[in-house]
């Protein structure tokens, strides 16, 4: 259900007009792009609370915040950090500030930046109007704020051994959109771990999307620190060719609203889609998750694992739907989302939900919430380790499953540092 009310009816669109307006650098094309973007946002209906998908989300905060700025996005190259900036040495760097993207030395041919390439017109072809009814929100409200993208594309069999690494800065009282484009060529593969630092007081509408070829393997990680009365909104669409395989992970610490949008299709015969991912919002933050997998070829995988762990007065939500169309036969897919709330006060709203056309499929689903086992518990007190560090090391414990599943040493020691209840467990 959502709010009978258009976008359009609440405020007025002026104070976009200057945004829409952009120096003579950036194509027609991109111009008009992002005025149709801005017509189609406006004419859809507002998102509604009472949606099992938008529960707890505050879409009247983010919309107020977003219809209220004089700028969206101040892009000052002064504010840009040098080339001394702290960057991995062993991975490809990109970097994220103020609606722009950068590397502090040269990018290799198979990764390019929007506003630093001279032909944009190679850009042209990413950048359709998303008609797409199931998110036709957040991806249209990307499109009318975004500056700037990042492509990613190899070549056929190329094999990327260096991790790419893209860190989205801090901002402050900022409207900001970055935009990801990865596309994995036949028999190529990629690694990337994206790190969303800590934001106050913007909104930031983020939109990544995925093509694999056959035979290509992607990885991708996904950090996303506490954004601190900041709306973080994140989209993805993943589509997937004969024999690709996708392995996701991402861990989100919340915002005052923080959600990510999945869309998965599995096109090709024997892909293969492993999404895990966990929540650990605190204090009044909310952390949600919406995914879709569709399977639209025969001997297709799934695999979904969602944890979340909620303190304080802190709310999560969980919604996913793994359907198999009726002439799909093969199929395999699992869904499991575990929630351990650690306060009387948080609140979790989880909904898993198999759509399944055909008998030739082996799929199951399950969803559990609950506190600490207080026999557990207790029996690591008699030990004698006091209770907040068992109780800490029994949360460490179940987030650790997921953890544990990284193949990347690097990236595992990185995501075991950034919380505090495993730093200390081996």
Same mark, same amino acid.
């Given at each position: 259900?959502?709010?009978?009310?258009?976008?359009?009816?609440?405020?007025?669109?002026?104070?976009?007009?200057?945004?829409?307006?952009?120096?003579? +650098?950036?194509?027609?094309?991109?111009?008009?792009?992002?005025?149709?973007?801005?017509?189609?946002?406006?004419?859809?209906?507002?998102?509604?609370?009472?949606?099992? $998908?938008?529960?707890?989300?505050?879409?009247?905060?983010?919309?107020?915040?977003?219809?209220?700025? $004089?700028?969206?996005?101040?892009?000052?190259?002064?504010?840009?950090?040098?080339?001394?900036?702290?960057?991995?040495?062993?991975?490809?760097?990109?970097?994220?500030?103020?609606?722009?993207?950068?590397?502090?030395?040269?990018?290799?041919?198979? #990764?390019?930046?929007?506003?630093? /390439?001279?032909?944009?017109?190679?850009?042209?072809?990413?950048?359709?109007?998303?008609?797409?009814?199931?998110?036709?929100?957040?991806?249209?409200? !990307?499109?009318?704020?975004?500056?700037?993208?990042?492509?990613?594309?190899?070549?056929?069999?190329?094999?990327? &051994?260096?991790?790419?690494?893209?860190?989205?800065?801090?901002?402050?009282?900022?409207?900001?959109?970055?935009?990801?484009?990865?596309?994995?060529?036949?028999?190529?593969?990629?690694? #990337?771990?994206?790190?969303?630092?800590?934001?106050?007081?913007?909104?930031?509408?983020?939109?990544?999307?995925?093509?694999?070829?056959?035979?290509?393997?992607?990885?991708?990680?996904?950090?996303?620190?506490?954004?601190?009365?900041?709306?973080?909104?994140?989209?993805?669409?993943?589509?997937?060719? +004969?024999?690709?395989?996708?392995?996701?992970?991402?861990?989100?610490?919340?915002?005052?609203?923080?959600?990510?949008?999945?869309?998965?299709?599995?096109?090709?015969?024997?892909? +293969?889609?492993?999404?895990?991912?966990?929540?650990?919002?605190?204090?009044?933050?909310?952390?949600?998750?919406?995914?879709?997998?569709?399977?639209?070829?025969?001997? /297709?995988?799934?695999?979904?694992?969602?944890?979340?762990?909620? !303190?304080?007065?802190?709310?999560?939500?969980?919604?996913?739907?793994?359907?198999?169309?009726?002439?799909?036969?093969? /199929?395999?897919?699992?869904?499991?989302?575990?929630?351990?709330?650690?306060? &009387?006060?948080?609140?979790?709203?989880?909904?898993?939900?198999?759509?399944?056309?055909?008998?030739?499929?082996?799929?199951?689903?399950?969803?559990?919430?609950?506190?600490?086992?207080?026999?557990?518990?207790?029996?690591?007190?008699?030990?004698?380790?006091?209770?907040?560090?068992?109780?800490?090391?029994?949360?460490?414990?179940?987030?650790?499953?997921?953890?544990?599943?990284?193949?990347?040493?690097?990236?595992?020691?990185?995501?075991?540092?950034?919380?505090?209840?495993?730093? !200390?467990?081996?």
């Amino acid at each position: 259900m959502v709010n009978s009310k258009k976008i359009k009816s609440l405020f007025d669109n002026s104070k976009l007009d200057l945004n829409l307006s952009l120096s003579s +650098e950036f194509p027609d094309w991109f111009q008009d792009f992002k005025q149709k973007s801005l017509d189609q946002f406006m004419a859809h209906n507002i998102p509604s609370i009472t949606d099992s $998908e938008w529960e707890y989300t505050k879409i009247d905060s983010l919309l107020e915040l977003l219809f209220n700025r $004089e700028v969206l996005n101040r892009i000052d190259p002064k504010e840009l950090p040098d080339k001394s900036i702290e960057s991995d040495n062993d991975a490809i760097c990109i970097h994220f500030l103020n609606g722009e993207y950068f590397a502090s030395s040269d990018l290799p041919d198979h #990764i390019m930046i929007f506003s630093k /390439t001279h032909d944009k017109n190679i850009f042209k072809h990413l950048f359709k109007l998303d008609i797409n009814p199931q998110r036709p929100f957040l991806s249209d409200m !990307n499109a009318i704020i975004f500056s700037d993208t990042l492509l990613i594309k190899t070549l056929q069999n190329q094999k990327v &051994d260096t991790e790419i690494h893209i860190i989205n800065h801090s901002h402050y009282d900022s409207i900001i959109a970055p935009r990801v484009h990865i596309h994995v060529a036949e028999n190529s593969s990629l690694k #990337i771990f994206e790190h969303v630092k800590s934001s106050t007081q913007s909104v930031i509408s983020h939109l990544m999307t995925i093509f694999c070829e056959a035979d290509s393997n992607l990885e991708f990680y996904k950090l996303i620190e506490q954004q601190k009365d900041t709306h973080f909104l994140s989209t993805h669409t993943v589509q997937m060719a +004969e024999n690709s395989k996708v392995d996701f992970f991402s861990w989100d610490f919340g915002g005052k609203t923080s959600t990510t949008n999945t869309l998965a299709e599995l096109d090709g015969k024997k892909s +293969e889609f492993h999404y895990s991912a966990l929540f650990t919002p605190s204090d009044d933050h909310h952390s949600g998750n919406q995914l879709r997998v569709e399977h639209k070829a025969n001997k /297709t995988k799934s695999r979904i694992k969602i944890r979340g762990v909620l !303190n304080d007065q802190s709310k999560g939500v969980f919604f996913g739907k793994i359907k198999v169309n009726e002439d799909v036969l093969g /199929t395999s897919a699992f869904m499991e989302n575990k929630n351990l709330l650690i306060s &009387d006060d948080a609140t979790i709203s989880t909904q898993p939900i198999l759509e399944i056309y055909n008998d030739d499929t082996e799929c199951s689903h399950s969803a559990t919430s609950g506190s600490i086992d207080e026999e557990k518990l207790f029996y690591i007190q008699s030990r004698g380790i006091p209770e907040i560090a068992a109780k800490q090391y029994l949360i460490g414990s179940f987030i650790k499953e997921l953890i544990n599943e990284i193949t990347s040493i690097k990236i595992k020691t990185l995501l075991q540092n950034n919380f505090q209840y495993i730093d !200390n467990q081996s």
